[in-house]
């Protein structure tokens, strides 16, 4: 899917951001582009990109078809369990070989290889999250000097490191059979989920999947540098710790200069002996400095730090980097009348509520990630009122761009990107083994992760793992009690003796967890493994249930911080398409089941959707099977919001000694593939119906509603620091088969508290029915807003259902009909529609056409309603008029 039009302004200002991936001070090759690639028995001989990796490679060459389509990733299953030579030749400039040392860097190998040089060996890899350098100085020819890099079948390495650890067992084994995928996984430093994960395929990659050059040099390269913003609370005063790293040949003297214009320039001298050497600066600034806030919180000044290193011998090296000043605690401390500790992000002192989702990897085939991807997510999330997003521990540390993009100034409004990053190590749902080499490799990628992330600002907390405290507490893999201290030796060994040592010594500026969910400084007296770390009371907790009713909003836990909750459904039959054909448009086809990872997946989702709607009852099977998709993103979409809304206005709440609930992000942004799972944004980047809603459950200023035991209830939840609002709570009655509102009613003018949640609206129900006269729970539904003393809207209009859908009484078919015109702004449409009655989660869907609605699954009231779609390539009226489906509740049965 093309973009292009609009992320293009944002690509632009972002291409001044980066420094290319060389050594500043060495001479470069790159050795990216094409190279030849064969299997272990040479019966497959194909040309291939690097970066990239086997499947692309084969597919590029008409070898294979998409991996993706329909049952393609059983069929292709072959390719991960060969093992794969890929080589290249080059030639090198006389002058170049001459230099005093030569090097080959792999940003990252997709993962066991081992590599030659002329037929000479001259290193081997285990991780792909590391970055690896091999000296071949002497190595090389005038001519034709042949490269080769061996991959083995990560799935073959996998099973034999698993077997060779004899002394007691790493679970688990495989995953469970639903996900076909392959087993051993935590035995290889490589993202956790392309052996399959419960959303995703099994494709377990092998490939160059980062870029590959020579660097020759006679003195010294510059490795890499970072630059860390400290604020010194005793001088009130700002300090920039600058660290940079050096190759260095020969000895050497330079001067270095420093300078963030406007603020603070300085100069340092330089001593390098010989050898890998690192060496740190402080800038000490003397000025007032303008912070960076998180979305929706204020401004990202982002300050330009240049260096300029002027060597003895008249070489000099420049290189620049953005920095950000601000200051992110993790707040775990007492709470009045409530056991247990607080767990929220405090930012240049201020309480930040944390609103967003979880980050997977965007493709099983890295090598295919696109910026427009990545741009189009992340654009997503902000539309979309998330001001934070969690790298998952399953999947890859992303990269470069998409933290610059977190990072990033709205220069213009089409690059406002400024998310939190909540950083993940890359170990999940498993026990990870201990040998020494294994800790070792894992030790090298947490430096340079660390390292190559710490400069940015929109990281803001590491945590060392995803749900593996949980595992062990909760007894996932059923482990003898005798052997119990065993895996907790290895947990404290890798996540804390290792992963958060190694974090600390190099970044003391952000928070560390060693897992999620965690009970944080609790977990950590229990001897880092609570006895529950999923206690409301203390940390994060990670919440699922699919068969209770999801309406029974009691039934969430009342945590700390939401990191993890969520409810699957399926992406549109315009996604689903690309990869089916019109006989798995059901259900019940096998393609179906194939495609759903989760245990009970479409049952669940069809269960649950089914407390509270009619399921489609089509005669014809594709409408039924474009209902069923529908009905399963009302269900989620209905499902994340109500307990999203729970979370959000328990901030203030202390209720049975739990509350003061700091975070809220859902389980999951994106999509790995055309599949259900729990995202909202589909793969390919459309919106799921709750993705149009989370604009609106994570509004600055909301107006959350519920019923409590009889009561009819409404919150103000602000998250503005400021302003104090006086506002009152606009509340309608309408019945369902007339657009003139029953009643109406009015709240006294409230106050309401800056960064809280303030009950405004409170009526017993039976009351309220009574006294609006022709309304029952079945007949009619309420609306309600937040509006300032004069009637001044400030908050999204919000409903809620006094009874299931399911049970509506004088809800009917309303006929919508559409016009579209022409906005007359780029690439924007009006869409009018007309309605003989009241609908309920109006749907519009443009299949294939990218681009988003303002509005999407709402409540439509009165019989004209008009609604804008924003496109993300040139389209016409007349395109989106041919391509417009519109569906709501009532239509599908
Ligand atoms: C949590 C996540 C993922 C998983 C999701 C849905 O366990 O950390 O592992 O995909 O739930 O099951």
Redesign the pocket.
Known sequence: MNHAVWSFACLYLLEALFLDGASAGAETFSLNGKWKLLNSNSSVSVSAEVPGCVHTALQRQGFISDPYYRFNDLAYRWISLDNWTYTTSFSVPTHARGKGKAVLVFEGVDTISTVSLNGVIIGKTDNMFRRYDFEVTGLLKDQENVLQVWIMSAVTYASQRSRAHTEYRVPPDCPPPVQKGECHVNFIRKAQ?SFS???GPSFPTLGIWKGVRLEVFNTLRVLSFTTVPKYDSGNSSWNVEVELFFDVVVASKALVLMSIPLLHSEEFHLSLTPGQSRKSFVLQINQSVSLWWPFGHGEQPLYELEIQINMEGGETFNAQRKVAFRTVELIQEPIPSSPGLSFYFRINGKPIFLKGS?W?PVHAFQDQVTTDMITVLLRSAQKANMNALRV???GVYEQDLFYSLCDMYGIMSICLLFCQIWQDFMF??ALYPTEKDFIQTVREEVTQQVRRLKSHPSVVIWSGN??NEAAIAADWFSISAAERPLYVRDYVSLYVENIRDLVLQEDSTRPFLVS?PTNGVESEKEGWVAHDPYDPHYGDT?F?SYYNDCWNWTAFPRTRFAS?Y?FQSWPSLSTLSKVSVSSDWDFSSNFSSHRQH?EDGNQQMLKQAELHYILPNSSDPVQRYRDTIYITQVMQAQCVKIQTEFYRRSRSDIIEGKGHTMGTLY??LNDIWQGP??SSVEFGGKWKMLHYWAADFYAPVLSAGVEDEGDLLMYAVSDRHSERHKVKAKVKLYSWSSFDAVCSLESNVTTVKEGGSTLVFQHPISALLEQCGNCTRRSCIVTFHLSTPEGQMISPLNHIFLSSPRHAEGLQKPDITFTVKDAGIVQSFVVTLHCSFPAVYVWLDVDDIPGHFNVNGFLMLSNKSTVTFGAWRPTTAEEITANLHITSLRDVY
Do not use: L
Request: charged share 15%; aromatic share 26%.
């Open positions: 989920s994960w419960d959303w979880n997977i998952w521990g399953g999940a749902c995803n749900e999620s990670h699922y993890e969520g989760h389980w999951q799972s729990w």
